[in-house]
């Protein structure tokens, strides 16, 4: 930590980790020089094979589970979470207050790295789009908890994130875009903060990219089970149309075999997504 003194409301940093030490300890070593004297780092070992030294332990393995446990035991009046393959750029530290100004969340801006750009298709980044307010009125959710801020008091009313859902579990995606939607639909009013920065590490090859989008497309039918009504039937085709089948003609007239089958997963996932979580939430 850097030593320096803070101004506003005490920040502590949750950041989940599952037997990826290389990717944690990159994580940590851009975050740390940012944090200030009184600032509190929580990282929380999800049932890792090999414990994490120093880290908070959670037996049973999920990301909202490790998260949930870190802001129960944080004593910040803010909390931000970070994923461990995420890097925080220069300047984000300062940028947590103005973030949060006036608003009960904030959602950061995870980018490609630099040195990255130009690969395959990118992972758990958000639109290159302006400072946002975000409330009940938004058509689209923009965060994801790779980069996210919010006031634990708030994360105490609403609970949280659902332990059903996120990596970890049998729906592995989604708790993150639940659990913003929960707070919108609580009338709680949040910001999109591009100043917010942090870059997430794109590790994964081609089978490991479709593996997440089978996952994304279970979470994203869970999502919409949970909105229900309208507003349910509208993110599940979102998720069927616009986010997978939509791009599969094209790709198929450029003959993208990769877009086309993620498409299809990407698809796939979201009907059994639907199904299991009519029977199981």
Known sequence: MNGAGMSGPRLTVVVPTRDRPAHLAGCLAALRPQLHADDELLVVDSASR???PDALRVDLAGASRARNAGWRAASGELVAFLDDDVRVAPGWRRAVETAVEGVAFACGRVAVPPSQEGGERPVAVTPDVPETLLDSRSHEV???SANLVVRREVLRAVGGFDDRLG???WFCA????VLLDRLLAAGHVGR???VLLAHHEQWRGR???????????????????LAGGSRGRRLARTSLWEQALQPVPGDVRRGYGFGVATGLVRAGGTLVGLAAARARL
């Open 207 to 225: 089978r490991d990219l479709l593996r997440l989008d089978w996952g994304y497309g279970k979470g994203a039918g869970a999502r919409a089970v």
């Open 192 to 194: 999109y903060a591009p």
């Open 50 to 52: 090999v414990p994490v």
């Open 174 to 177: 989604a708790e993150d875009v």
């Open 167 to 169: 990596p970890g579990t």
């Open 142 to 144: 923009l965060g994801v």
